[in-house]
C-alpha cells in the first residue's frame, strides 16, 4: 500500500506565493514520475507540473514562468513553488505518483486526496 500526504494549500491574495509538498510512503520499489493537477471549479482535472525521477519537467502554458516544480528522490517527495498566483489558479491541487512497487516492474498510479488553493482577489 502506498501513502500520499499533501501539503501546503491555503488562502492567499493574488500575486502571493505558496509552497505545496507531496510526500509518498509505503511499499515503493522506485518512483517513475511525480506530478500535480488541479481541477478547477467546474471544470476537468488538468495537468498543472509532473516532473520525472531524471528530472525532466512538464509545465502547463498557464503556469509556466510562475510556477516551479522539483522533487527529493531520497525522500519519495515532490514540491511545487507557486508564485505569482491569479484567481485562477483557485483550484483543488492533486499529487500524483507514478511508482514501481517491486522489481517485476509493474508500474501503478496514485493520487493524493487533494488540496485546497484559493486566490483571493
Known amino acids: 500500500q502506498v501513502q500520499l500526504v499533501e501539503s501546503g494549500g491555503g488562502l492567499v491574495q493574488a500575486g502571493g506565493s505558496l509552497r505545496l509538498s507531496c510526500a509518498a510512503s509505503?511499499?515503493?520499489?522506485?518512483?517513475?514520475?511525480m506530478g500535480w493537477y488541479r481541477q478547477l471549479p467546474g471544470k476537468q482535472r488538468e495537468l498543472v507540473a509532473t516532473i520525472t525521477s531524471g528530472g525532466s519537467t512538464n509545465y502547463a502554458d498557464s503556469v509556466k514562468g510562475r510556477f516551479t516544480i522539483s522533487r527529493d528522490n531520497a525522500k519519495n517527495t515532490v514540491s511545487l513553488q507557486m508564485n505569482g498566483l491569479k484567481a485562477e489558479d483557485t483550484a483543488v491541487y492533486y499529487c500524483n505518483v507514478k511508482l514501481y512497487i517491486s522489481s517485476s516492474w509493474n508500474l501503478y498510479e496514485y493520487w493524493g486526496q487533494g488540496t485546497q488553493v484559493t486566490v483571493s482577489s
Open positions: 509505503g511499499r515503493i520499489f522506485s518512483i517513475s514520475a
